[in-house]
């Protein structure tokens, strides 16, 4: 595949260092997925999710969101740094919607096939994204933050929603995915939710358990749910991006 890293400005001037991953050989415009990190910013987890759904067939771009490319292995930098968009979540939009309208303005993409996967905060990020109105086709989230203060009308949400949500999940608790359930059926939104036994909060990413050891958090690495969550994801977008 190949990799490159590319750089935008937003509209106030912050620069950000976002992560693109083409399939080797591209044969016409190709379906395109905006990838959507943790709170640890750009780390290495979203760019291997970019790589491997590139392998796929995607011109996948994992996003900066912090700006200059920032990553933080300290949970409180992650937080101040999360909580800082939180406040702020029209800043927060508009630098995922740069990314997103650098990404189908590429030449090797399909502009009318745009995903997006977002893991804890990045399933905020995406699932925010689809609310605001744009013209994603399909969203995945994998123990994604499902809360907002900006519950989605009918009409809104354009994608087909895909949730993988950990049933030990003690940070995004069954409360919150009820209430989000309840949200998306107001809204008349179509959606698919998976709760997977025995998985905690960040359980797709490997090295989470040594986070969660150095400091005191409670996550945790399921393969098993990976996997299956993994393969529903892909099955998903073939439906979705490529037909």
Known sequence: MNTRQMCYHTKDGVMLKSYLALPEDIKGPVPCVIVAPEWWGLSEHPKRIAERL?????????????????????????????????????????RALAGSKELHDLPETSRDNLGAVGFCFGGKIVLDMARSGLKLKAVATF?????????????????????????????????????????????????????????????????????AEQNDLDLAYNAAATEKSWQKMLAFFERTLKA
């Open 54 to 94: 590139a392998a796929e067939g995607y011109a996948a771009l994992a996003i900066d969101v912090y700006g200059d490319g920032v990553t933080t292995d300290d949970p409180g930098e992650a937080a101040h740094r999360m909580n800082e968009l939180l406040e702020n979540p029209k800043v927060l939009l508009d």
């Open 143 to 211: 123990h994604g933050n499902l809360s907002t203060t900006k519950r989605a009308q009918p009409g809104d949400v354009k994608a087909e929603l895909l949730i993988a949500h950990g049933a030990d999940d003690t940070m995004v608790t069954m409360d919150v995915v009820e209430d989000f359930k309840k949200e998306m059926d107001a809204a008349g939104v179509s959606y698919d939710l998976d709760i997977y036994e025995g998985a905690k909060h960040g359980f797709t990413n490997p090295k989470i358990d040594e986070q």
